[in-house]
């Protein structure tokens, strides 16, 4: 989030995070990707536009701690599994004031994905078509584990929080062709030497296009 395309924090719930100084500042990592004059600019709108929502303030927090806590690579750029764990760690509280606001005010715009015509929960939406695809589905393999109601929930939750937010299109796509290309053993699980092989050949480009999203912006809710 340093270096976040601010824009799409409309989305993220970071979007009270776009103050100017916000929207306008460089990553602490020095190679990331610098933001387009046209990110910066939907930055700045995303924050006038919801700067009145419930739960504003609370977003607010929790994207400045994510962009607290961003770990740069060797590489220079963002590593965004570490950015992912070390926020995970360091804004427990703040997530969790995000997250009870947010429960408690559904429909405010900052707990969804910023646009009226495109559900965070419900209908047809983007989120809706995630749940029914990743949390609802039983096991890939038929002998794995069966997904348990509170992994169906989390699930749920994760996705609805995430929806509309920087990286999900990426991110979802990513996933699924992952689960595309699960190979089952003869015992019925996944085999999983045989199916990290299968993804790395089938899924490289999508893997790859989330990837870079998300070292754009670190501490998005669907890089987390």
Do not use: W
Not at 107 to 128: K, L, Q, R
Not at 141 to 168: H, L, W, Y
Not at 206 to 222: D, K
Request: glycine share 8%; hydrophobic share 30%.
């Amino acid at each position: 989030m340093s270096s976040r395309t601010c824009a799409v924090l409309v989305s993220m719930l970071f979007l009270g995070g776009c103050g100017v100084s916000y929207c306008d500042r460089q990553s602490i990592c020095p190679n990331d990707p610098i933001p387009t004059p046209s990110d910066r600019q939907s930055c700045h709108s995303a924050q006038e536009a919801h700067q009145n929502s419930p739960c504003y303030r609370e977003a607010l927090a929790h994207s400045t701690c994510a962009g607290n806590n961003v770990v740069c690579g060797d590489d220079g750029k963002t590593n965004a599994t570490l950015t992912a764990t070390k926020v995970t760690n360091n804004c427990k509280p703040e997530r969790d004031a995000q997250t009870a606001c947010c429960n408690a005010n559904a429909n405010a715009s900052a707990c969804t994905s910023g646009s009226t015509s495109t559900p965070t929960t419900g209908g047809n939406g983007p989120a809706e078509e995630a749940v029914d695809e990743f949390c609802k589905r039983g096991a890939l393999c038929r002998n794995d584990p069966v997904p348990t109601a509170a992994e169906r929930s989390t699930c749920t939750t994760q996705i609805t929080q995430a929806a509309g937010t920087a990286c999900f299109t990426e991110v979802v796509a990513a996933r699924r062709c992952i689960n595309a290309n699960v190979v089952c053993n003869a015992s019925g699980r996944t085999d999983g030497a045989a199916t990290v092989a299968r993804i790395g050949q089938s899924c490289a480009a999508a893997s790859t296009a989330a990837q870079n999203c998300c070292s754009r912006s670190a501490g998005s809710p669907s890089c987390v």
